[in-house]
């Protein structure tokens, strides 16, 4: 089982991400979770890289450095967790790639980027994702307190173009993507989290699935 949490920053999502973690492991499920671009030597260089204020990138170098440090994640830690039977929650994967590069700075074609995805991983999609959905301002106000990355600096109407592109991705991908209201409370939204994730992967306390 391969569970991955987007949207935008401030949204809750990491927050979210360890709530279900945390149920699952209670649940008896053996639990990895990673955090894309990174959870590799090599992967967490280039975030140190993408995330940096300092640092200017061009965006199609932006694009593509994303998918590298995407690729070392899912061949030295996604695929051998998958295999050895964990359930993998990662935060952030390849929608985001699609929301930020392809919805809020337009690089490439949106389309084109889904080819992008599947040479990146090599084939391997989340078995559900989940998209934390706020308001552009609700999000900012939420992480306020901490200093902004390179990507959260953006203006409020690229957030904006990314929070619609998100929305768009689910409406496209129904049967993958579960869009979930983020302005409750953490309890609640985590509630609506564990019973979606309850109705199409139904398991009992002992972590196997029924
Ligand atoms: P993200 O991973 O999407 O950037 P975080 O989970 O780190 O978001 O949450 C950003 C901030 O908002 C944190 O300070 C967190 O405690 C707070 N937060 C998370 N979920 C909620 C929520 N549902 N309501 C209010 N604040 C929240």
């Not at 089982?1 to 987007?6: A, G, K, L, Q, W």
């Not at 990491?14 to 992967?43: F, I, K, N, Y």
């Not at 260089?45 to 593509?64: M, W, Y």
């Not at 590298?68 to 051998?80: D, F, K």
Request: proline letters at 6%; a negative charge.
């Amino acid at each position: 089982m391969f569970i991955t949490f987007e949207g935008i920053d401030g949204s809750g999502k990491s927050t979210q991400a360890q709530r279900l973690a945390d149920w699952l492991q209670t649940c008896g499920h053996t639990v990895e979770t990673m955090r894309d671009p990174g959870s590799t030597p090599v992967a967490e260089q280039v975030r140190a890289l993408l995330l940096n204020p300092g640092v200017s990138i061009d965006d199609r170098a932006e694009l593509f450095l994303f998918a590298a440090a995407r690729a070392q994640l899912v061949s030295e830690r996604i695929r051998p967790a998958l295999k050895r039977g964990a359930v993998v929650l990662c935060d952030r994967f390849y929608d985001s790639t699609t929301a930020y590069q392809g919805g809020g700075r337009g690089v490439v074609p949106l389309a084109w980027l889904r080819t992008l995805h599947m040479q990146t991983t090599d084939g391997l999609a989340p078995t559900r994702t989940y998209i934390i959905d706020v308001p552009v301002q609700e999000a900012a106000a939420r992480r306020h307190s901490e200093p902004d990355d390179r990507l959260e600096q953006e203006e409020m109407a690229f957030h904006e173009r990314v929070r619609s592109t998100y929305q768009a991705l689910a409406a496209e991908e129904p049967e993958r993507i579960c869009l979930i209201d983020g302005r409750g409370a953490p309890e609640q939204i985590h509630t609506a989290i564990r019973s979606d994730l309850q109705e199409v992967w139904p398991h009992n306390g002992a972590g196997t699935p029924l």
